[in-house]
């Protein structure tokens, strides 16, 4: 199954963006929907962004609608986070995360596998 590692984290003021990268190694990618979590201070993880495995079709978190953009390439194995406009509630370690469809992403005990995360803060 694959690996993902996701990079592109880092500290952004309030109004910024950031654009974070997934790469995943071993299995095969395009099987996978891929999908981003995070999980805010003391707060538990949420679902942030998912996309289908040909990026055909995207589902967003209310809270990030029209601020954030998932995308995908297939070639090199690698999902995207595009942030704009970012708020200081955004700060949170950003995960990624491979399940077999869209609809699994309800689930997160349900997923194939997570990356390690990382920490995006956003500051006023």
């Known amino acids: 199954q694959v690996q993902p590692v996701e990079s592109g984290g880092g500290l952004v003021q309030a109004g910024g963006s950031l654009r974070l990268s997934c790469a995943a190694s071993?299995?095969?990618?395009?099987?996978?929907?891929m999908g981003w979590f995070r999980r805010a201070p003391g707060k538990e993880r949420e679902f942030v962004a998912v996309?289908?495995?040909?990026?055909?079709?995207?589902y967003y978190a209310d809270s990030v609608k029209g601020r954030f953009t998932i995308s995908r390439d297939n070639a090199k194995s690698t999902v995207y986070l595009q942030m704009l406009s970012l708020r200081t509630e955004d700060t949170a370690v950003y995960y990624c995360?491979?399940?077999?469809?869209?609809?699994?992403?309800?689930?997160?005990?349900?997923?194939?596998?997570w990356g390690q995360g990382t920490l995006v803060t956003v500051s006023s």
């Open positions: 995360a491979a399940g077999g469809g869209t609809q699994i992403f309800g689930r997160q005990d349900a997923l194939d596998a």
């Open positions: 996309i289908s495995w040909n990026g055909g079709v995207t």
């Open positions: 071993r299995g095969t990618f395009r099987d996978y929907a």
